[in-house]
């Protein structure tokens, strides 16, 4: 007898329509409602469309791959450029913005030293403790190191 277990016990699988979560659907539909109220008062006639738009938008950057949603890679996408591009070309424009967004610039700049930096100081051994054999089936003396001649 074999048990297979799943990769996300604790993970309840919820029941949605079309393979999408309902709490997703629910606030995609929330997010075209707004959407949909907005472009009400902006444009009385056609604002319909808007509103399907915003939940087709809403639903498609919600949606979850590794464990972020499309909307919040984006955002660390940018985000991520900027930085780099404002460590790069700091009088730009693009470098006061970032300067403006208070975004961490040196993070981009590495410390070698600090980086490729060793756990631990490095254990000197004394080879004179050692025996040296040419094969690995050798018995007796084998070659032994001497520090002075």
């Given at each position: 007898?074999?048990?297979?277990?799943?990769?996300?016990?604790?993970r309840r699988d919820e029941k949605g329509m079309f393979g999408i979560?309902?709490?997703r659907l629910l606030g995609a539909g929330i997010a075209g409602v707004v959407v949909?109220?907005?472009?009400?008062?902006?444009?009385?006639?056609?604002?319909?469309?808007?509103?399907?738009?915003?939940?087709i938008a809403a639903l498609i950057?919600?949606?979850?791959?590794?464990g972020l949603s499309l909307y919040t890679r984006l955002l660390?996408?940018?985000r991520g450029w900027?930085?780099?591009?404002?460590?790069?070309?700091?009088?730009?424009?693009?470098?006061?913005?970032?300067?403006?967004?208070?975004?961490?610039?040196?993070?981009?700049?590495l410390d070698g030293?600090?980086?490729f930096a060793p756990n631990e100081k490095a254990v000197e051994v004394d080879l004179s403790q050692w025996n040296t054999y040419a094969a690995p089936d050798e018995d007796g003396e084998g070659l032994v190191f001497v520090e002075q001649l």
């Open positions: 007898m074999v048990a297979e277990l799943k990769s996300h016990v604790l979560p309902f709490k949909f109220m907005i472009a009400r008062i902006l444009f009385p006639i056609g604002a319909i469309p808007f509103g399907f738009f915003g939940f950057l919600s949606a979850q791959s590794g660390y996408r940018v900027l930085i780099i591009a404002a460590a790069s070309k700091p009088d730009s424009l693009v470098g006061q913005l970032a300067e403006t967004l208070e975004l961490p610039t040196h993070l981009v700049l030293e600090q980086v």
